[in-house]
């Protein structure tokens, strides 16, 4: 076994330190080390986006980025996403009221993929949401409700901002 290097990520604001192997993938850490199952693993291979989550503030894919790379840096997964009183994300909200969702397997990696997009483009047009989706496979849904549930997160948070 090679030898192990420290790593301190900030996870869903918490701070975690551990000794990982060179080659540990960013994904392993936070699912077996950490706990936090929400994020999943469809392939490993940067095919279905299954694992995405936030790394200092830009979605990646947690399977194409090693423990280490990560070091000092902010992650944030699924279950970091709910507010203080664990309710459901806006986006959450959406997908279930859009029906975003069968066996919900690529459901963590679409989520935190639609809620990066949003950050950067807050009134997406559909091309734009299809678009943003290119690296997050879903083999149920057809892709029309996560699209929706997507465009619906977007527009409720401007709704919000005029009101606000
Ligand atoms: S598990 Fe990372 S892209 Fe599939
Ligand atoms: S809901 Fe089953 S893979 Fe997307």
């Given at each position: 076994?090679s030898?192990r290097v420290?790593v301190?990520?900030?996870?869903?604001g918490?701070a975690?330190?551990?000794a990982?192997?060179?080659?540990?993938?960013?994904?392993?850490?936070?699912?077996?080390d950490?706990?936090?199952?929400?994020?999943?693993?469809?392939?490993?291979?940067t095919?279905?986006?299954?694992?995405t989550?936030h790394l200092?503030?830009?979605?990646v894919k947690?399977?194409?980025?090693?423990a280490?790379?990560?070091?000092?840096?902010?992650?944030?997964?699924?279950?970091?996403?709910?507010?203080?009183?664990?309710?459901?994300?806006p986006?959450q909200e959406?997908?279930?009221?859009?029906h975003?969702?069968?066996?919900?397997?690529?459901?963590?990696?679409?989520?935190?993929?639609?809620?990066d997009?949003?950050?950067?483009?807050p009134?997406?047009?559909?091309?734009?949401?299809r678009h943003?989706?290119?690296g997050?496979l879903c083999?149920?849904?057809?892709?029309q409700?996560?699209?929706?549930a997507?465009?619906?997160a977007?527009?409720?948070?401007?709704?919000?901002?005029?009101?606000a």
């Amino acid at each position: 076994m090679s030898e192990r290097v420290p790593v301190r990520v900030v996870v869903n604001g918490e701070a975690h330190e551990s000794a990982v192997e060179p080659r540990r993938l960013l994904v392993h850490l936070l699912r077996d080390d950490i706990g936090l199952t929400g994020t999943h693993v469809g392939c490993d291979t940067t095919n279905c986006g299954a694992c995405t989550i936030h790394l200092d503030g830009v979605a990646v894919k947690s399977c194409t980025v090693l423990a280490v790379q990560a070091d000092g840096g902010e992650v944030t997964t699924v279950e970091g996403l709910s507010g203080p009183d664990g309710g459901l994300h806006p986006m959450q909200e959406a997908f279930w009221e859009h029906h975003g969702l069968q066996c919900g397997y690529c459901t963590p990696g679409m989520i935190m993929a639609g809620v990066d997009l949003l950050k950067r483009d807050p009134d997406p047009s559909e091309t734009d949401v299809r678009h943003a989706l290119e690296g997050n496979l879903c083999r149920c849904t057809g892709y029309q409700n996560i699209v929706k549930a997507i465009q619906s997160a977007a527009q409720a948070a401007r709704g919000a901002e005029v009101s606000a």
